[in-house]
């Protein structure tokens, strides 16, 4: 089935405090965002890229883009203050039925679950890849907790996150329009009561938000290569 997928990389990497948007940190030689956008470039049913940039890193950017030789990028759009303005600025630009929205901050995604999360959309209007949560979580107030969370039914949410167009750009109409910040697109889909499907993803499927991510970052493209190599050996290819 086939989609396409807004990217925002508008951000500023505060909390990676890296100097720079973090996009554009290397990781085995290769900046992040280019580590992303190379996912959705080998999907054959990704039709198109909109990619959501800060204007004044348009260069950068484009230099990227130039040399990985991405040909899928159908526009660039304009980022905004918060990450929902970026997104809601790149889905102005698409037009499959289905759209996807990926940060560009989380370039583990694999490939086999995207043609899942594109089902799961068309059938139920929204899909979430997300995954249970690992540790206990507390409510706390002024250093103090107020309770413990019934665990059992909380989950982390990712991106991708899959949507019929035509809702997607609804929930964010009227999130614009009752100013409502959410920090996922799912819970925009939420707010107007309607059903957001879930579906597991995987826990290497984290954002890049803080430094020590980088160092899980960097074992998790070590693994994967040495996965790579052990089928090339058994294959012989
Ligand atoms: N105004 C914004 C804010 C965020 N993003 C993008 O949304 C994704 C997830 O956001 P986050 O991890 O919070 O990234 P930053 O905003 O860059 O990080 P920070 O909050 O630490 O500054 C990232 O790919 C980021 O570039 C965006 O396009 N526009
Ligand atoms: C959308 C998201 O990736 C879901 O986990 C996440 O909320 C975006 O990151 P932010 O730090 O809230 O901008």
């Not at 054959?44 to 230099?63: K, Q, Y």
């Not at 990028?73 to 303005?85: L, V």
Request: proline share 4%; charged share 25%.
């Amino acid at each position: 089935m086939n989609y396409e997928v807004v990217i925002p990389a508008a951000g500023q990497g505060k909390r990676m405090n890296a100097g720079k948007n973090k996009q554009f940190i290397e990781l085995e030689g290769k900046p992040v965002i280019a580590h992303t956008l190379s996912v959705f470039e080998a999907d054959p049913s990704c039709t198109g890229i909109i990619l959501v940039i800060n204007e004044a890193e348009r260069d950068e950017f484009m230099d990227m883009i130039e040399r990985y030789s991405f040909s899928k990028i159908k526009k660039m759009a304009g980022g905004g203050a918060e990450r929902q303005e970026s997104v809601y600025n790149g889905l102005k630009h698409a037009s499959e039925p289905i759209v996807f929205i990926h940060d560009g901050a989380r370039p583990f995604i694999e490939y086999p679950i995207l043609q899942e999360l594109a089902a799961a959309a068309e059938r139920e209007g929204a899909a979430t890849l997300a995954v249970p949560v690992k540790d206990t979580i507390k409510r706390v107030e002024q250093g103090e907790v107020l309770e413990t969370v019934e665990r059992s039914s909380l989950w982390a949410v990712q991106t991708p996150q899959a949507f019929r167009l035509s809702e997607i750009l609804h929930a964010h109409e009227d999130a614009e329009l009752h100013h409502y910040q959410g920090t996922d697109d799912a819970s925009l889909i939420e707010r107007l009561d309607k059903k957001v499907q879930v579906i597991t993803g995987s826990y290497a499927n984290l954002k890049l938000t803080t430094p020590e991510d980088l160092l899980i970052a960097d074992a998790i493209l070590k693994q994967r290569k040495g996965e790579k190599l052990h089928d090339t050996n058994r294959t012989g290819i």
